[in-house]
């Protein structure tokens, strides 16, 4: 059963990510044993009170939830209102949960549960890769100490979504991104290749919303902002729940599949800053970073099945 430190920016995709890993702790298929926040949907202390709402909708308890980095190191933060609402979750103005962030920042929690579980550790970034940069620079050490890190950013043959080329996580803090690509560490990356083909569509959102549970309420409130963002891009009603899919490869990789390359990430390029880059040709790599296996097909049914059957779950 792995055991998940859960680093995100809760954000729609987000919450309906801490929902589906809520039922598989229920169901005793994987443990979560903390979460970070970090700037991108949202603030990071926005973040975590979102994720202690949703946790406790979930009646998940006793999951530490840390606050991080506030910024990117080396730009300006942004947030995605656009998608996500001014709250993160769709402004729809939900109750203050009951519990409070953990008084530790979410890059020390990292490096701590790290150290106390030496090879056990699933990091699984689903927002900006701000902490996790900040967890390599706090200790050397960390790659050798954590089992994998699965991460929901980047775009290869995709088109970018947020910029021409460049995905929303890697281009909210390219600099720490590109950090964690050069890391010694086995990461899953989860580009927007694999995620946009399992976009949901009507006839799963009716089974969501036909659902007579808090979760299925909660997941189909906040799903509506989120949908509304998407229709134009998607042309249909419909919605990409991009960070499950990281989630669900964390628990059972055999949903993608994959092609192990080595990544790097646009740092300078006037239109292309924060583009993920992987090095395809079949020459032998010049690149002596560590491939990086990601997910570049995916069983798109299978996804939405087990998604929706962990949310009427709950
Ligand atoms: C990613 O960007 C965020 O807005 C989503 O939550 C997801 O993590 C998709 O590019
Ligand atoms: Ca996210």
Request: charged share 20%; with cysteine; net charge negative.
């Amino acid at each position: 059963m792995p055991k998940i430190l859960l680093d995100c920016d809760t954000g729609i995709d987000d919450a309906l990510t801490l929902l589906y890993l809520a039922a598989l702790v229920r169901a005793g298929d994987a443990e979560l044993a903390a979460v970070g926040t970090v700037h991108g949907n949202v603030d990071p202390l926005s973040g975590a009170l979102n994720t202690l709402r949703v946790l406790e909708l979930a009646g998940v308890e006793g999951v530490p939830v840390a606050v991080g980095a506030p910024r990117p190191m080396a730009q300006d933060v942004h947030y995605a209102v656009d998608w996500h609402g001014r709250d993160g979750l769709g402004d729809t103005g939900l109750p203050a949960p009951r519990g409070v962030p953990a008084d530790e920042p979410a890059a020390a929690q990292i490096v701590r549960l790290a150290r106390a579980h030496p090879g056990e550790l699933t990091l699984l970034a689903t927002g900006p890769l701000t902490n996790l940069g900040a967890a390599l620079l706090l200790d050397a050490e960390l790659p050798a100490l954590v089992r994998e890190v699965v991460i929901m950013g980047g775009a290869f043959d995709h088109p970018g979504n947020i910029t021409t080329h460049a995905e929303a996580n890697v281009w909210h803090d390219p600099e720490a991104a590109d950090l964690v690509f050069a890391a010694d560490w086995p990461v899953v990356l989860v580009p927007l290749d694999a995620t946009h083909p399992t976009a949901v569509g009507e006839p799963w959102l009716l089974k969501l919303a036909g659902h007579d549970s808090e979760a299925a309420r909660f997941a189909t409130r906040v799903l509506e902002f989120y949908i509304a963002a998407y229709t134009p891009v998607l042309k249909r009603r419909g919605a990409v729940i991009h960070d499950a899919l990281a989630a669900m490869l964390a628990v059972d990789p055999g949903v993608c599949g994959y092609t192990e390359r080595p990544v790097r990430v646009e740092l300078r390029g006037e239109l292309t800053r924060g583009t993920t880059v992987w090095d395809a040709r079949s020459l032998p790599a010049d690149d002596h970073r560590r491939p990086v296996r990601i997910a570049t097909s995916v069983d798109a049914a299978a996804f939405q099945d087990r998604l929706l059957t962990a949310l009427l779950a709950l």
